[in-house]
């Protein structure tokens, strides 16, 4: 999944202006003048080297700027409250593409995809309802890493249980993912034990290690593609 993102994006990044490849390397400096292309990637809350969307989507970046002699820079968003700031940095320095990671961001990017009708915008896990000229949006088969997720803990699990941290928010990515898992889960007649919510990554790992002792396998919504990456 990583890698699919990875490649997704920097195709994506490539198909949106013809750009070719110049001798010296560039700098934001040149973004909007035309010979260079500029990518621009604003992140979920959370760090460029989360070792899941933030990370995969930053590589994209990075790939497609460098197949073509061009530039990209990310931003790192503290609060969601940031997202239309983070994304207007971009848009104010004429960046050829911006690329939003979250669903949580969809209304930024829709709303500054219409103010900025000359920037193409990707935006990583977005639905796009009302088609915008200027957006596409990266949507992906929750269900389907959710289900070989589920399997491989079924398979593994020693005491034939498996639990599952879930976020507080189930948006549709979330549920889809879940439903996955579920039927993994019940093609192998395993049972499914939910855990609400946990703070962050490091308490995560550490409340996963402490059940794996006691024979149970986890999964987290939100972490369990790095299994298959």
Known sequence: MFKRITAVLAASALATVGFVAPSQAASEADCGKGIRLCIGLVTDTGKVDDKSFNQSAWKGAQDGAKAVGGFAKYIETIDPKDYANNIGQFASKNYDV?????????EAMTTAAKQYPKIKFIGVDQFQGAAVANLTGLVFPEDKAGFLAGYLAGHLTKSGKTGQFLEQMLFHQFVTSVRG???ALLMQRK??????????SFTMHQTTHSTIQHGAVQLHSSYYLKALM
Not at 98 to 106: E, H, N, P, Q, T
């Open 181 to 183: 898992i579920e039927m």
């Open 191 to 200: 049972s499914l034990e939910r855990n609400i919510q946990l703070p962050d």
């Open 98 to 106: 911006i690329i939003g990671v979250g669903f949580l961001m969809a």
